[in-house]
């Protein structure tokens, strides 16, 4: 079984603390998270929440509780690492934004320093497998709600996982402990610490693969060079930020991206969407 490291390899995360262009697909996975999140928001009537930890998608870290936070959330982070921390509070800052940020060592994700049932939800997104005990980690996530959690991962059934693991970036397989992309793991997980699991699905199914990196990046490592290819992918047109949405530099990024979202949208049964998704979830309740 792989080593994690505790957190993703520095050079994945550490260039988008301050350079915010994320690439199309991943404005994507935040706009249709953003909009569960909101609907989970007022559906529950969520006022306090835990995301642990806060790196898992790619991109920008740490601010996929932002949309929360907006509508009037109180928002706890947790992170292991005390750099990216500190740039996670000031990008939230540029937003007039601040979270309680928490900074644990990497050996600490199954004993946070937080009360027992202090939250309305708790959650991560696509972070499990970067843990070196995951398993004590989702049993934290139970002890700290007293009534949600909600955890999402990466579909290893969708063509773009394949294609990243057999092809593109093979050399990133081994630095995680794959065993928490089986959905059914997380959730025997879960169950076993007490949470009952209400509702499964899939969620963020664009109409490309999820090969996690940009267009142009994907065909420089599948060997295809095409000038014309690569302009398609590149310049001005296809700078995709999601903190220039929130900074209102580009206020109709939305409605430029989430057009993409039929497959999403679409009226099907998550069964039928899992064979193209990026990601699955569980969403439970914690048990009295």
């Known amino acids: 079984m792989p080593t994690p490291t505790g957190h993703a390899q520095r050079s994945i995360w550490e260039p988008y603390l301050t350079n915010y262009d994320e690439g199309l697909g991943l404005v994507y996975e935040r706009f249709v998270l953003n909009d569960f999140l909101d609907d989970l928001r007022r559906r529950a009537r969520i006022q306090t929440v ?34 990216r921390a500190e740039h996670v509070r000031r990008i939230w800052s540029e937003l007039d934004l601040a979270p309680d940020l928490v900074t644990i060592s990497p050996d600490r994700w199954g004993a946070l320093p937080l009360p027992d049932a202090s939250f309305d939800l708790t959650w991560n997104w696509a972070a499990l497998w970067y843990l070196p005990d995951a398993a004590a980690l989702l049993q934290e996530l139970a002890r700290l709600s007293r009534h949600l959690v909600f955890v999402a991962m990466p579909n290893n059934l969708q063509v773009g996982y394949w294609m990243r693991k057999l092809v593109i970036d093979r050399d990133f397989f081994p630095t995680v402990d794959e065993r928490w992309v089986n959905i059914g793991l997380v959730r025997r997980t879960l169950e076993e610490a007490g949470v009952k699991i209400i509702a499964s699905g899939v969620l963020d199914v664009p109409p490309w693969p999820d090969t996690v990196m940009p267009a142009n990046e994907v065909l420089k490592r599948l060997g295809i060079r095409s000038k014309k290819l690569e302009d398609q992918f590149t310049g001005d047109s296809w700078s995709w930020s999601t903190m220039a949405y929130y900074l209102n530099e580009q206020p109709d990024l939305r409605d430029q991206v989430i057009k993409y979202a039929w497959l999403d949208h679409a009226r099907l049964p998550w069964q039928m969407k899992a064979v193209w998704a990026h990601h699955r979830w569980l969403l439970g309740e914690v048990q009295a």
């Open 50 to 83: 835990l995301e642990a930890p806060i790196y898992g998608m790619a991109g920008v870290s740490g601010i996929n509780s932002v949309k929360l936070a907006q509508d009037g959330c109180q928002v706890t982070l947790v992170d292991d690492t005390p750099d």
